[in-house]
């Protein structure tokens, strides 16, 4: 009677070792899927931000750096920001051109104004951010 009882208890603890491990393995592949889910979100993100970004800046190369023209083209507004004319475009989260309240992501062109030197070219800057979130990416344009 005494070695079946050892026998059951042996088996018990050899199953809760493996329930043990599986567990753990569970929890690092969970990890894993997380970071992978994030990591593809963000690279996602990025891309369709550069793609946007080129388009814009495309356009703002195309209509000489007219601020108002691109914002028209592109679905967004031209607004004034601190004394400067710039182009406010808003995406949904599927990145397509949307409005203000359904708004994901924002990508706006600033107008510096015309640069000094026998080039004159208008230089701006353009960025696109999350609007729950912090910038994607940024870099200066210019139009002749």
């Given at each position: ?13 050899e ?13 690092a ?15 996602r ?9 080129e388009?814009?800046?495309?356009c ?15 679905g967004?507004?031209a ?8 182009a ?6 599927d ?18 104004g015309?640069a ?15 609007l729950?979130g ?11």
């Open positions: 009677m005494n070695s079946s009882r050892s026998r059951s208890t042996l088996f018990l603890m199953q809760l070792i493996v329930v043990a491990t599986f567990a753990v393995c569970a929890a592949c969970i990890k894993i899927l997380t970071a992978s889910y994030f990591m593809a979100t963000e690279t993100d990025t891309s369709n931000a550069i793609r946007a970004a388009s814009s800046a495309e703002y190369k195309a209509v000489s750096g007219d601020i108002e023209m691109t914002a028209r083209i592109m967004g507004v607004v004034n920001i601190d004394g400067s004319a710039a406010v475009i808003y995406y949904d989260k990145w397509r051109v949307s409005g203000e309240q359904d708004a994901a992501y924002l990508l706006r062109i600033t107008d510096d015309p000094a030197g026998p080039a004159a070219l208008s230089s701006g800057s353009l960025s696109v951010e999350k729950n912090g910038e994607i990416l940024a870099f200066p344009v210019a139009a002749r």
